[in-house]
């Protein structure tokens, strides 16, 4: 099968786009090995991800591929993941994209609030593929069905 590589400066992106069920993403964390893994892991589940580092840059990434789902990281050290959030609410071209929150903080206090900032699954770090995977496509579903 074919693997296509998306070039940006900062960005990591692999999947394989002969899959006529391909379903895209964007990452956006600050860690890139932790890109590298949702990628990785998430290719063999039919996403396309595209990662990017930087929140400016995640956010015209975003407005430029249109995904089926944002994967958003909570603690960022320029941006939190809910202010982020805020950014993609205001835009009326990109506001429906469902947001999965994808975080180490902790699920008692933070997942009422990811879900008041956008959000409409939440992961909590270590997470395991299948979870992911169910997560994303559980979000993209319940977006496409309003």
């Not at 893994?37 to 998430?42: A, F, V």
């Not at 994808?102 to 409409?120: E, M, W, Y």
Request: hydrophobic fraction near 45%; proline fraction near 4%.
């Amino acid at each position: 099968m074919r693997q296509q590589h998306f070039e940006h400066e900062s960005m990591l992106a692999v999947g394989d786009l002969e899959d006529q069920q391909i379903l895209r993403a964007v990452a956006l964390d600050d860690e890139p090995e932790v890109i590298e893994t949702i990628i990785e892991l998430m290719k063999d589940f039919g996403f396309y991800i595209v990662g990017e580092t930087d929140p400016s840059k995640a956010y015209s990434l975003i407005r430029d591929f249109r995904p089926d789902v944002i994967i958003l990281d909570i603690l960022m050290p320029d941006i939190d993941g809910y202010e982020f959030a805020g950014w993609l609410a205001s835009d009326e071209n990109i506001s429906k994209i469902p947001i999965v929150y994808v975080t180490s903080k902790d699920f008692r206090n933070d997942l009422c609030q990811s879900f008041a900032r956008g959000g409409t699954m939440y992961v909590k770090k270590p997470f395991l593929a299948e979870e992911l995977a169910d997560s994303l496509r559980i979000a993209i579903s319940l977006a496409r069905a309003i």
